[in-house]
């Protein structure tokens, strides 16, 4: 089994920012879409951004589309995702994974909580 690596969260007032990263191994990272998910209390995992590996291409769920950004750096195996303008429905715990995930590479996640 294979983790990958968040971190970056944190406690933040309502409009503050994060930013998180993810890095997983290069065997893992090459090549693939690399996505962002969260899962909010009471709620099953839900996927939130995703980018491509060639062009960049990136797509986000309408809940943070403007506020949040992902990114990666293929020399450094690292995913990001910038979060701007945090809700405290935003508050859960963030994953990275491949996209489509694999159960195999799921980590840790990291914390995020936005107060009011």
């Known amino acids: 089994q294979v983790q990958l690596l968040e971190s970056g969260g944190g406690l933040v007032k309502a409009g503050g920012s994060l930013r998180l990263s993810c890095t997983a191994p290069?065997?893992?990272?090459?090549?693939?879409?690399m996505a962002w998910f969260r899962r909010r209390s009471g709620n099953d995992r839900e996927f939130v951004a995703v980018?491509?590996?060639?062009?960049?291409?990136?797509y986000y769920i309408d809940p943070v589309k403007g506020r949040f950004t992902i990114s990666r750096d293929n020399v450094k195996n690292t995913v990001y995702l910038q979060m701007q303008s945090l809700k405290p429905e935003d508050t859960g715990l963030y994953y990275c994974?491949?996209?489509?995930?694999?159960?195999?590479?799921w980590g840790q996640g990291t914390q995020v909580t936005v107060s009011s």
């Open positions: 994974n491949t996209h489509p995930e694999r159960d195999t590479y």
């Open positions: 290069e065997r893992i990272f090459r090549r693939q879409n």
């Open positions: 980018i491509s590996w060639i062009s960049n291409t990136t």
